[in-house]
């Protein structure tokens, strides 16, 4: 008899007792995912998710004793393989902006979750970027204008190959391993590669921050 496929585990942050249980009671109806721990504020979090290391974190904004973006940043560098969607009410551009800054890698408005939260997890704990759809349009438009606008061309100076900016196109566009790899024809582990590369040449940390990258030095 074939085996199961693995559960995504995930960790809740949420200061709201009964916002936590109405995620905990939608996410696990759904056999793709297990809930694994709580926390109710950010550095509860910061604990809970270094000691348990989930495949993604959803994470609250407006957290007690430390936020969710500062959460966030810790925990991208305690634990850089988790996964975070930020789950809140927030749409400025701001609060956008410096989550994926932070290291997150997705993010969904509360008012969107009983909907679109289990397709967010399910796609970040693939390796792609998530945004919802209320705040897609001025993300992308932001990206845009970064890239028309960008003063310096740094193509000169590009450090990666020609792969690895095919890679990196399809990092910026929200692709996963397995979306990329049958997009170009090669296996996920190359992709895996790939990035890892990327990553480490571009000198940031998650594969958020390399699209802001690729957007600012016009790379892509």
């Known amino acids: 008899m074939p085996e199961s496929p693995k559960k995504i585990s995930v960790v809740i942050v949420e200061d709201h007792e009964l916002m936590r249980d109405g995620i905990r009671s939608s996410i696990e109806a759904d056999q793709r995912f297990e809930v694994v721990g709580e926390a109710?504020?950010?550095?509860?979090?910061?604990?809970?998710?270094?000691?348990?290391?989930?495949?993604?974190?959803?994470?609250?904004?407006?957290?007690?004793?430390?936020?969710?973006?500062?959460?966030?940043?810790?925990?991208?560098?305690?634990?850089?393989?988790?996964?975070?969607?930020?789950?809140?009410?927030?749409?400025?551009?701001?609060?956008?902006?410096?989550?994926?800054?932070?290291?997150?890698?997705?993010?969904?408005?509360?008012e969107s979750?009983?909907?679109?939260?289990?397709?967010?997890?399910?796609?970040?704990?693939?390796?792609?970027?998530?945004?919802?759809?209320?705040?897609?349009?001025?993300?992308?438009?932001?990206?845009?204008?970064?890239?028309r606008s960008a003063v310096k061309d740094d193509s000169a100076d590009n450090p990666l190959s020609e792969r690895e900016v095919d890679v990196l196109k399809l990092v910026v566009e929200g692709m996963s391993n397995k979306e990329i790899a049958s997009a170009l024809t090669i296996s996920t582990a190359t992709v895996r590669t790939h990035v890892e590369h990327i990553l480490e040449k571009l000198a940031v940390s998650g594969r958020t921050q390399a699209a802001v990258e690729a957007i600012r030095r016009n790379l892509v």
């Open 40 to 110: 109710a504020d950010g550095e509860e979090a910061v604990e809970l998710v270094n000691r348990l290391c989930p495949d993604v974190v959803i994470m609250d904004i407006g957290l007690p004793k430390l936020d969710g973006i500062e959460a966030t940043r810790k925990l991208n560098e305690l634990v850089p393989q988790v996964k975070v969607i930020m789950l809140t009410s927030h749409r400025s551009e701001h609060e956008v902006f410096a989550s994926f800054c932070s290291g997150a890698s997705g993010y969904c408005l509360k």
């Open 113 to 147: 979750a009983s909907k679109l939260l289990k397709t967010a997890l399910a796609s970040v704990a693939d390796g792609a970027i998530w945004f919802d759809p209320h705040i897609a349009g001025f993300v992308v438009e932001a990206f845009s204008v970064a890239g």
